[in-house]
C-alpha cells in the first residue's frame, strides 16, 4: 500500500473514529482500559469472516460445529507430523467459520473434557502414598519407584489441551490463533464464569506468557519510512490519543518524537505493543503541549522522554505485561542514544477518576439524605463519610441559583458533575472553585482507592507496578470529551527513576506502597 493509498484510506475511514472498523487484525486496544471490558461479541462475529469462510458457506451449522470439534480433537490425538499440520491448519480455519455461540460451545468442550485427568490422578496419588520410604539396604530400588511415580503424576496433573496449545505455538499462523482464542475465551467469561473456563483462561494465559518472554520480542523504532501497511495498524491501534489524520501521524513519527514498538517473529508486520515518546524541555502538563502546540524542540535541547501513549494491540494478551518490559527497554535505549536525556515520565490519563467520584458522591447522597429522614446525627451506615472538607462544603453551596441545586454540597457537584454536555468544564464561574476539590480528590483517588491492595486505577496500577512514582497531577490537562468524561481534564506524570525502579517496584507489589511526590501528598 502507498503513501498516497494511505492517506486515502485515513480520510475515508477515520470519519467514524472507531479503530476497530478498519484495523485489519480487528483487534485494538490500549493498555489503560479494562481487558474485558473490549472482548465484546462483534469481535467474535467480526473475526468470523477470516479463514474459510462464515457458516452458511457450509449449509448446516451443527454439522460444521461437528467437524470442527472432530478436527480439534484430531489436532490434540494426531502423531504422524504431515497429518498434524493439516489438521492444525484445518482447525483454525474451522474455528473461524463458527458462529458466536458455537465458538463458546467448543471453548466450554475444550475446558471441560480436556482437562487433568483427574481418575488418573486419583489413583496415582493412592500409588503414591501406599510407597513406604526405603530402608537402606534397597534405598535405590525404591527411590527409583518414586522418582517414577512422581513424574507419572506430574505429567497426569497436565491438562489434555496444553497439547493443542503447545502444537499450536509450533504451528505457522498459531501463535496469533491463540491470542485470537483467548480474546474470544475472555468474552465468554464475562458472561459465563465457570471454574473450568477459569481454569483454562489461567493455564492459556501463562503458556502465552511464557512464549512472549522479552527474550523472543524485537524492539522496532517505528519511523514514516516503514511500510504503509504498518502505519496503517498504527493509527488502528492508537486509542489513549487517536490519531486524526495523516500530518498528526507523520508529526508522531517525526522529529522530537519516537514510536517503539514490540514485535514477534510469529506475527510479522505487526507490533504486539507500541509506545509513543516526546522528546521535550521540561514534562509536559497538558497533552496540547504534545500533540498540537509549536513545532518541537531541537532534539540534542531536550532533557526529558515523555511517554503519552501505550497502546497494546491484541485483547488475547490482556494481563500480560509487555508494557513493563517495553518501557525499560524504551529507557534504556534512549539514555544510550540520548546521554542528555535525564527525565523519563509519563503524561497518563485517570480513566476511572470520574466513574469513582459519581459513584461515591451518589452513594454518599444516600447515605446524607438517610440521615437528614431518620433526624439522626449519627450515620447511617459504616460507609458513610464526609466527602468534602467544609470549605469545599461552602463553597459550593455559595454557587449561584443557575447552577445545578442540591441539599448539600456533594449533591450540588454530583449533579453538575453528571450533566451530559459538561458545561462545567467551560465555565470561568464554576472552575475556580472546582478545581481545588477536584484536584484533591483525584490525588486521594490515585493514592488511597484500592482494590485488592492496589491502585483501583488500571493505568496507576500499570505504571507503580513497573516502578514508577506519581510526581504531579495537571488540572484540564485533557480537554478533549473523552477527557472530560474521564477524569475531568485531569492527567498525571509518572516519573520513573533509574535508581528506584526495581526499589519502588518491590515496594508496590509486597506492601501496595504507593511512591508519591510531595507535592502530591500535599494535596491530601
Not at 517495553?326 to 497518563?348: G, Q, W
Not at 485517570?350 to 467520584?357: A, C, E, S, Y
Request: glycine share 6%; net charge neutral.
Amino acid at each position: 500500500m502507498s503513501k498516497k493509498n494511505l492517506a486515502i484510506l485515513l480520510r475515508a475511514r477515520m470519519k467514524s473514529n472507531n479503530p476497530t472498523k478498519f484495523s485489519l487484525s480487528q483487534f485494538p486496544k490500549e493498555i489503560q482500559s479494562n481487558p474485558q471490558e473490549n472482548q465484546s461479541e462483534d469481535h467474535i462475529v467480526q473475526n468470523s469472516s477470516e479463514g474459510i469462510g462464515n457458516s452458511s458457506d457450509f449449509g448446516n451449522t451443527g454439522r460444521i460445529y461437528d467437524v470442527v470439534r472432530e478436527t480439534m480433537h484430531s489436532a490434540i490425538s494426531a502423531s504422524k507430523t504431515g497429518v498434524l499440520d493439516i489438521t492444525l491448519s484445518d482447525f483454525q480455519e474451522g474455528y473461524f467459520s463458527l458462529s458466536l455461540e458455537d465458538r463458546e460451545k467448543l471453548l466450554l468442550v475444550l475446558a471441560k473434557e480436556y482437562d487433568v485427568n483427574r481418575e488418573q490422578v486419583r489413583e496415582l496419588v493412592k500409588q503414591y502414598l501406599g510407597l513406604e520410604n526405603p530402608a537402606s539396604d534397597d534405598k535405590d530400588v525404591l527411590s527409583s519407584v518414586f522418582y517414577r511415580t512422581e513424574r507419572n503424576l506430574r505429567h497426569t496433573l497436565r491438562p489434555t489441551y496444553e497439547v493443542l496449545f503447545e502444537r499450536l505455538n509450533t504451528h505457522p499462523g498459531g501463535l496469533r490463533f491463540l491470542s485470537i482464542l483467548r480474546a474470544d475465551l475472555l468474552s465468554v467469561l464475562t458472561k459465563e464464569n465457570s471454574p473450568s473456563l477459569r481454569t483454562l483462561d489461567s493455564f492459556l494465559k501463562e503458556k502465552l506468557g511464557m512464549w512472549l518472554s522479552p527474550a523472543s520480542l524485537e524492539l522496532h523504532q517505528i519511523t514514516w519510512d516503514d511500510p504503509a501497511s504498518l502505519l496503517e495498524k498504527i493509527v488502528a491501534y492508537e486509542a489513549v490519543h487517536p490519531i486524526s489524520n495523516l500530518l498528526d501521524l507523520k508529526r508522531r513519527l517525526g522529529i522530537g518524537r519516537r514510536c517503539f514498538g514490540y514485535f514477534h517473529p510469529s506475527i510479522p508486520g505487526e507490533p504486539l505493543i507500541f509506545i509513543e515518546v516526546a522528546l521535550m524541555e521540561t514534562v509536559a502538563q497538558t497533552i496540547q503541549e504534545v500533540l498540537w502546540d509549536n513545532p518541537p524542540i531541537p532534539e540534542n535541547q531536550a532533557t526529558c522522554a515523555l511517554f503519552y501513549s501505550i497502546s497494546s494491540t491484541q485483547p488475547g494478551l490482556a494481563g500480560i505485561n509487555l508494557g513493563k518490559f517495553l518501557i525499560k527497554r524504551v529507557i534504556t535505549l534512549v539514555k544510550k542514544d540520548m546521554p542528555h536525556v535525564s527525565t523519563f515520565a509519563t503524561l497518563s490519563p485517570i480513566p476511572g477518576f470520574m466513574q469513582w467520584l459519581l459513584s461515591k458522591l451518589s452513594s454518599q447522597s444516600r447515605f446524607a439524605e438517610d440521615e437528614r429522614s431518620t433526624q439522626s446525627n449519627s450515620p447511617s451506615s459504616t460507609f458513610s463519610e464526609k466527602v468534602l472538607l467544609p470549605e469545599e462544603e461552602q463553597a459550593l453551596m455559595s454557587l449561584s441559583d443557575d447552577s445545578p441545586s442540591g441539599s448539600n454540597g456533594m449533591e450540588v457537584l454530583l449533579n453538575l458533575l453528571s450533566v451530559k454536555n459538561c458545561d462545567w468544564a467551560t465555565s470561568p464561574r464554576l472552575l475556580p472553585v472546582l478545581e481545588p476539590i477536584l484536584m484533591r480528590l483525584c490525588a486521594r483517588y490515585l493514592l488511597q482507592e484500592k482494590k485488592r491492595g492496589k491502585a483501583l486505577d488500571s493505568v496507576a496500577n500499570f505504571h507503580l507496578q513497573n516502578g514508577a512514582m506519581v510526581e504531579r497531577i495537571n488540572w484540564m490537562a485533557d480537554r478533549s470529551e473523552k477527557g472530560i468524561h474521564q477524569s475531568g481534564g485531569i492527567m498525571v506524570n509518572y516519573v520513573y527513576r533509574l535508581e528506584n525502579i526495581e526499589d519502588y517496584a518491590q515496594s508496590y507489589f509486597g506492601s501496595g506502597k504507593i511512591h508519591a511526590s510531595p507535592g502530591i501528598h500535599s494535596r491530601l
